[in-house]
């Protein structure tokens, strides 16, 4: 099996679809968007750090909403209209990737961790149940999907501390400790494996749960993990400010 690696932590004059972008900062980065009018950018609401007044901002509802609001998730999407730079950046420590998709290419990634992409990216988004249910004592978690539908794309991610990735070939595998993935091609395979921990004091008592991912296709790791139901942290932040302005729009509908 091959070894995962890390991605560069800098990007500097990369191109997306009718926008430049740059990813800099050692600790807390910051993605900057140079956009070039005809293509908007969306993103988290909450990740927004600088604009130019030039970029207009406008909501960008998303389907399924009401079964991300119950679950605490962002059910708006922000976005960026017009020329001119705009910035954003996730209150944590990490690093920022950019994923291009060429025309039928899709990326799975776990929830939270979207930062931006190109509006002719696709987005939905699939309810994974069971597997938070032993980790967390919930009933599943998100995973958004981004699909370049007819035209190239670009995805941009924040992860945890730093970010590898490894390319599986057919029927490779590899175990990540459930919070350890970001994202992973549609092609790649997942199952949950619960492990028992049959010696020492811990013997007929103990379990450890992974994510076995099958390939082929590659998968992204970070190595450190946020859990979003913690409080105190940038997703469950933004989740509340989501929830704000539900509340505030529901309200509206119903006055």
Same mark, same amino acid.
């Given at each position: 099996?091959?070894?995962?690696?890390?991605?560069?932590?800098?990007?500097?004059?990369?191109? $997306?679809?009718?926008?430049?972008?740059?990813?800099?900062?050692?600790?807390?980065?910051?993605? /900057?968007?140079?956009?070039?009018?005809?293509?908007?950018?969306?993103?988290?609401?909450?990740?927004?750090?600088?604009?130019?007044?030039?970029? =207009?901002?406008?909501?960008?509802?998303?389907?399924?909403?009401?079964?991300?609001?119950?679950?605490?998730?962002?059910?708006?999407?922000?976005?960026?209209?017009?020329?001119?730079?705009?910035?954003?950046?996730?209150? @944590?420590?990490?690093?920022?990737?950019?994923?291009?998709?060429?025309?039928?290419? &899709?990326?799975?990634? /776990?929830?939270?961790?979207?930062?931006?992409?190109? =509006?002719?990216?696709?987005?939905? #988004?699939?309810?994974?149940? @069971?597997?938070?249910?032993?980790?967390? $004592? &919930?009933?599943?978690?998100?995973?958004?999907? #981004?699909?370049?539908?007819?035209?190239?794309?670009?995805?941009?991610?924040?992860?945890?501390?730093?970010?590898?990735?490894?390319?599986?070939?057919?029927?490779?595998?590899? =175990?990540?400790?459930?919070?350890?993935?970001?994202?992973?091609?549609?092609?790649? /395979?997942?199952?949950?494996?619960?492990?028992?921990?049959?010696?020492?004091? #811990?013997?007929?008592?103990?379990?450890?749960?992974?994510?076995?991912? #099958?390939?082929?296709?590659?998968?992204?790791?970070?190595?450190?993990?946020?859990?979003?139901? =913690? &409080?105190?942290?940038?997703?469950?932040?933004?989740? $509340?400010?989501? @929830?704000?302005?539900?509340?505030?729009?529901?309200?509206?509908? &119903?006055?």
């Amino acid at each position: 099996m091959p070894v995962p690696t890390q991605l560069p932590t800098t990007h500097h004059d990369g191109q $997306g679809p009718n926008l430049l972008y740059h990813v800099e900062g050692e600790l807390v980065p910051v993605l /900057r968007l140079q956009l070039g009018g005809s293509i908007p950018a969306y993103f988290e609401h909450h990740v927004l750090l600088w604009k130019e007044p030039t970029v =207009d901002i406008q909501l960008k509802p998303m389907k399924g909403a009401f079964k991300r609001f119950i679950a605490g998730m962002p059910i708006f999407l922000t976005q960026a209209v017009g020329q001119g730079q705009i910035a954003f950046s996730r209150d @944590g420590t990490g690093q920022v990737i950019p994923m291009h998709l060429q025309p039928g290419q &899709s990326i799975e990634v /776990r929830e939270h961790q979207f930062l931006a992409a190109s =509006d002719n990216i696709a987005y939905t #988004f699939t309810r994974v149940r @069971g597997i938070a249910n032993m980790l967390f $004592g &919930s009933t599943g978690f998100f995973i958004d999907r #981004f699909t370049a539908e007819q035209y190239e794309g670009v995805v941009f991610l924040q992860g945890y501390g730093n970010i590898f990735e490894v390319t599986l070939g057919p029927n490779e595998a590899i =175990d990540v400790e459930p919070g350890g993935w970001l994202y992973k091609d549609a092609s790649i /395979r997942m199952e949950i494996k619960v492990m028992g921990l049959r010696s020492g004091i #811990f013997a007929g008592s103990g379990q450890l749960v992974f994510n076995r991912f #099958f390939g082929p296709g590659r998968l992204g790791l970070q190595s450190m993990y946020v859990h979003h139901g =913690d &409080s105190g942290t940038g997703g469950n932040a933004g989740a $509340g400010v989501a @929830g704000g302005i539900a509340g505030a729009v529901i309200k509206g509908l &119903s006055g």
